[in-house]
C-alpha cells in the first residue's frame, strides 16, 4: 500500500482490476485524535461482488478486504506485521466514513488507523527483530549496469518520475534505486537493503516470471480468493535472474535488524 503520504484512488476488483493514484504534497503534522465523525459498516453478504476503495477528501467508501485497510493504517508490509488474524483477507465490511468538515486529506490514515482503533478493536505494539533481508548489490565486479538500466537525465514532468506494475513487469522513468528496491521487498517479501552505490535518477524494465505477488498498492496482500491467475510468459526468466541479466543487479541473503508491528488485538466491528 508500499504507500506514504496521501493516496488518493479508486480500486475494482473484478476479478482483479486497479487504478492508483497517489499524490504528495507538503503536510502539516496531523493530530493523532483525528477521527471520522460519521462512520457505517454493515456486512457483505456477496462474495462474488466487486470491490472497491475510495479516499478522498469528502470521506472513505470501501468493500475491500479489511487487510487492505489495515495495511493502509500501518503504513507496513506484511513482512513486518504479525499476529493479524486469517480472517483480514477474506471478511469484507461496506464501510463508509465522513471526516469532519475542514480536515486535511494528509490526515486519512490517521482517520482509518482510528476507525480500526475504535469498531476493530485494534492494539499494537512494536518491535525490533532479528529477520532475514535481502541486499541489493551489484551483480558485475566491474559495475557496468545492465541493458535495461540506464542513467536518466533529471526531469520535473512525466514520463521522468513516473512507473508501472503488471504481473511480471516493472518498468521506471526517471526513478531512483529506493524506488525500486521498494518494489523488490514487496514481490520477495522481504526488506531489501539497497547497497548498489547507485545514486541519480534510472530508467529501468524488468521483465520476469509472476510468482503471485504484485508491487503497489496491494502489495503482499495477492489477489483475492479465486482470482484467476494471469497468463504467464513461459519463457520469462525468475526474478533473480532478470536482475541479473536485465539491470546488472543481485539479491545477496542475510538477516538484519527489522521493525515489525505485533497486532495484539484485531476483532470483528461492531456493525449498524
Not at 65 to 86: E, F, I, W
Not at 96 to 118: E, Y
Not at 193 to 208: A, H, P, S
Request: charged share 20%.
Amino acid at each position: 500500500m508500499r504507500r506514504h503520504g496521501l493516496a488518493v484512488f479508486v480500486i475494482a476488483l473484478a476479478p482483479v482490476i486497479a487504478v492508483a493514484q497517489q499524490f504528495q504534497t507538503a503536510q502539516a503534522p496531523v493530530d493523532p485524535n483525528t477521527r471520522f465523525e460519521v462512520v457505517a459498516i454493515k456486512p457483505i453478504e456477496n462474495a462474488n461482488s466487486s470491490m472497491t476503495i475510495m479516499m478522498t477528501p469528502s470521506g472513505l467508501e470501501s468493500s475491500v478486504p479489511v487487510g487492505v485497510l489495515l495495511r493502509q493504517a500501518l503504513q507496513k508490509p506484511d513482512y513486518q506485521m504479525t499476529g493479524a488474524p486469517a480472517w483480514i483477507n477474506t471478511e469484507r465490511y461496506s464501510i463508509r466514513a465522513k471526516p469532519p468538515a475542514g480536515t486535511p486529506p494528509a490526515a486519512m490514515t490517521v482517520m482509518i488507523r482510528n476507525l480500526l482503533n475504535d469498531r476493530f478493536q485494534l492494539a499494537t505494539r512494536l518491535e525490533t527483530r532479528e529477520q532475514p533481508i535481502f541486499r541489493l548489490v551489484m551483480a558485475r565486479s566491474d559495475g557496468r549496469l545492465g541493458p535495461d538500466l540506464k542513467p536518466s537525465p533529471e526531469c520535473q514532468s512525466p514520463p521522468c518520475g513516473s512507473g508501472r506494475n503488471a504481473p511480471g513487469l516493472l518498468v521506471g522513468s526517471g526513478r531512483r534505486m529506493a524506488q525500486l528496491v521498494s518494489a523488490l521487498s514487496d514481490l520477495t517479501g522481504r526488506p531489501v537493503i539497497d547497497k548498489t552505490g547507485l545514486t541519480g535518477l534510472y530508467d529501468f524494465t524488468l521483465k520476469f516470471t509472476f510468482e503471485g505477488r504484485m508491487p503497489g498498492l496491494m502489495g503482499p496482500l495477492g489477489a483475492p480468493a479465486g482470482t484467476p491467475a494471469p497468463a504467464a510468459d513461459p519463457d520469462a526468466p525468475s526474478l533473480s535472474t532478470a536482475l541479473q541479466e536485465q539491470l546488472g543487479l543481485k539479491l545477496e541473503s542475510a538477516r538484519g535488524p527489522v521493525e515489525v508491528v505485533v497486532i495484539e488485538k484485531f476483532e470483528k466491528p461492531t456493525l449498524d
